[in-house]
């Protein structure tokens, strides 16, 4: 199983896991947060809370201390009650700020104003006489106090308390609900890996299945080949794997069968090729030892003269020769010369091939026309394999021509290969040269225009078969093309292409000018 | 008397070396280069024995093989070939071609062979003729006999030869069974 099928399985399972992880970090910081706030909140009114108890502590010491001063009428009493002043204002100041709601704001301005009026009581009763003084600070001591400092302090202090509750019971409520959402948080999280895991596993089971199939077809296939071969029909992965484990076992083994039978394939058709071969070189062979070994017999079966005659000689010379020529072209053949590209002009060396040829066109009373063009045309090429490729060419046009027939030699630039022609690739665009041999003798019958280029494929008594299939070697060494057809002038056309070579004309410095037209540098 | 052979081949000088060789006082050698030829040469010329390649430019030896022998039945072709393929040796051989031999050509054997195609042409062509049937033919060998005895084995030939059916000559040596059988040839030939 690759990466990616791998993560294909894994990615939403992934996905769902990092969206639970998120969702946990999420509620966690949140309840963190709210703690905190709740916590702030408690702390806020227990505070407010204790305050106000300090207050009733120093209300009860002030009333402590009036109703001393009643009983003993010592005014140090009253003094004292002047010194707790301060610290009872500092405290009413502090529970202000401690107040959370309007209500509390109320009831600590209560105190205040109490407190305040208090004060000026106290004031007040220093220039009073001593029963009107008495009777003032006894309604003091015993209900203003109480009615109007305490009674409000101490419902603040209840006040603190409800919120406190109020407080404490949400954070109750918000604890359950956090116990019920982590709960479902939980369990929708096992259901949904129970879930997901169970889609996973049906998909691998999918996969195993389908590899199963594929299995199970690739040894249906293996028996057809090598016999049968069980596997066992379960789809778990241990069947599975042995299954493929034995696959590759016979997979290598008919690899191996296959690569065996290639090879003796090969063998067999270099076999047959060399069987072939022989027989041609047998037939080219017999053939002209057929007069040397009648006119050897005939002259050592003569009794008197000479043994053999001018005549005689000559023809078993030409035999010879021939019989040596059948050998050279078997050689060429079976172990090709190396190619020996240089730049030259392929017109001079065309010509030269027209010029050997020419006297025996004269003799046959043929008419041998070169449509060449004026500038010499540089290209890259052995002179050697394109004289024997177009010499070929005319030779086998001459063996087919009557007397007055016509063979045309044309070359032409061409920036297209012809449509024919073995190889077919995509260099459509290529400059090149066309050398086009065209005669007016009988064609080449439309069904063997492909074949003529095979080895030994001749239609000639003379002739090992082989020139034509010479002849597609060499152009296809210069990365050429050559192609048959019948032609404009109603016998056999053969074009040739071959390759403008882009190097050597860009190597003399201009690539968009024609090689053709140029001069080497 | 003299015979004529034709020569088939594509190569002149395949053609000159067999009629260097086999050419002689009794023996007229003509020539041709393609089964075209060649079969023109047979209706015209009518050789007695023809050596023809297997490989000619125009046509297969064994196709111009049987075109030659629907002009001239009795004419004993010898066939020649570069190529030792049994299958074509026993085509040939199975189509009634004379003799079929492997280039390079061996003069003796040669010589032999179209020798004894000669010959088998000589039989085959100077029929042997009923007494009364002599002034017809000057080439032709007669029987002589003109007693019961021969009358009735004139009757017999004369109801057998246009059969096509093997007969058995028996005889004693030197009573000239060959001259019967050559008789009974004859006429089935006459006859068809």
């Keep these: ?521 | 008397m003299n015979m004529t052979l034709l020569v088939v081949d594509d190569e002149p000088n395949i053609v000159f070396t067999v009629e260097r060789c086999l050419a002689s006082p009794t023996l007229r050698v003509i020539t041709a280069t393609n089964a075209r030829e060649g079969i023109e040469a047979v209706r015209r010329e009518r050789p007695d024995v023809v050596l023809l390649d297997y490989r000619l430019p125009d046509q297969n030896g064994l196709d111009a093989f049987l075109v030659m022998r629907k002009i001239d039945p009795r004419l004993p072709v010898v066939i020649m070939t570069a190529y030792s393929k049994t299958d074509t040796a026993i085509e040939a051989m199975s189509r009634g071609v004379f003799e079929y031999l492997l280039k390079p050509l061996d003069l003796p054997t040669l010589q032999r062979v179209i020798a004894k195609a000669q010959e088998i042409s000589r039989l085959q062509r100077v029929p042997a003729v009923l007494p009364e049937e002599m002034d017809t033919d000057s080439e032709a060998e007669p029987i002589v006999g003109q007693s019961t005895v021969m009358q009735e084995i004139y009757k017999t030939i004369g109801r057998i030869a246009p059969h096509d059916s093997p007969v058995l000559i028996l005889g004693e040596s030197g009573t000239g069974k060959e001259l019967i059988a050559r008789a009974i040839y004859h006429y089935s030939v006459s006859a068809q």
């Design chain 1, 1 to 521: 199983m690759n990466r990616y099928s791998t993560f294909r399985y894994i990615l939403p399972q992934l996905g769902m896991s990092l969206f639970f992880i998120a969702l946990g970090a999420w509620a966690t910081w949140n309840v963190h947060r709210h703690q905190i706030s709740v916590s702030e909140v408690i702390a806020n009114e227990v505070e407010g809370m204790v305050i106000l108890h300090n207050l009733h502590i120093k209300m009860r010491e002030v009333r402590y201390q009036l109703n001393q001063y009643l009983r003993f009428s010592n005014t140090e009493h009253l003094q004292k009650i002047e010194e707790l002043e301060q610290d009872t204002e500092k405290l009413i100041e502090a529970a202000r700020l401690h107040t959370t709601d309007e209500e509390q704001l109320k009831k600590i301005v209560q105190v205040a104003e109490g407190y305040e009026s208090f004060r000026n009581q106290l004031i007040a009763v220093k220039q009073m006489g001593n029963e009107e003084k008495n009777a003032v600070l006894k309604h003091l001591a015993d209900s203003h106090i109480d009615a109007l400092i305490l009674d409000p302090a101490q419902e603040c202090v209840r006040q603190h308390e409800k919120i406190v509750e109020r407080t404490n019971n949400s954070y109750r409520g918000t604890a359950r609900r956090l116990i019920q959402g982590f709960f479902w948080l939980g369990m929708t999280g096992c259901v949904a890996g129970v879930l997901f895991g169970w889609a996973i596993a049906r998909g691998l089971q999918r996969s195993l299945w389908e590899m199963h199939l594929s299995v199970t077809g690739t040894v249906d296939k293996l028996d057809e080949v090598i016999g049968p071969f069980h596997t066992s029909n379960a789809t778990t992965p241990d069947a599975i794997r042995s299954g493929l484990t034995e696959i590759e076992r016979r997979v290598v083994h008919v690899v191996e069968q296959l690569h065996e039978r290639e090879k003796e394939l090969l063998h067999n058709e270099q076999l047959a090729s060399m069987g072939k071969l022989a027989a041609a070189l047998a037939h080219e062979m017999r053939n002209p030892l057929t007069p040397m070994k009648m006119l050897v017999q005939l002259a050592s079966s003569r009794t008197t003269g000479p043994g053999l005659d001018t005549r005689e000689l000559q023809i078993l010379a030409e035999e010879i020769e021939r019989l040596e020529r059948a050998i050279q072209t078997f050689l060429d053949f079976a172990r090709p010369p190396t190619l020996e590209k240089r730049t030259g002009d392929l017109c001079a060396s065309l010509n030269d091939s027209v010029k050997l040829i020419s006297s025996r066109c004269r003799a046959q009373d043929i008419q041998l026309v070169t449509n060449f063009p004026t500038e010499p045309c540089w290209i890259q090429f052995d002179a050697t394999q394109i004289k024997q490729l177009l010499l070929n060419l005319l030779l086998n046009a001459l063996d087919e021509l009557k007397p007055q027939g016509k063979i045309v030699v044309a070359i032409h630039r061409s920036l297209e290969r012809p449509p024919q022609g073995r190889r077919k690739e995509a260099e459509i665009s290529r400059p090149g040269i066309l050398l086009v041999v065209s005669d007016n003798g009988p064609g080449i019958p439309t069904d063997s225009l492909e074949k003529i280029f095979e080895p030994f494929a001749t239609y000639k008594e003379h002739g090992t078969g082989l020139g034509l299939a010479i002849c597609r070697r060499i152009v296809e060494a210069h990365g050429g093309t050559i192609a048959a057809r019948n032609g404009a002038l109603g016998g056999a056309e053969f074009v040739v292409w071959l390759p403008l070579d882009i190097q050597a004309s860009s190597s003399q410095g201009n690539v968009a000018q024609p090689a053709l037209m140029k001069e080497p540098s």
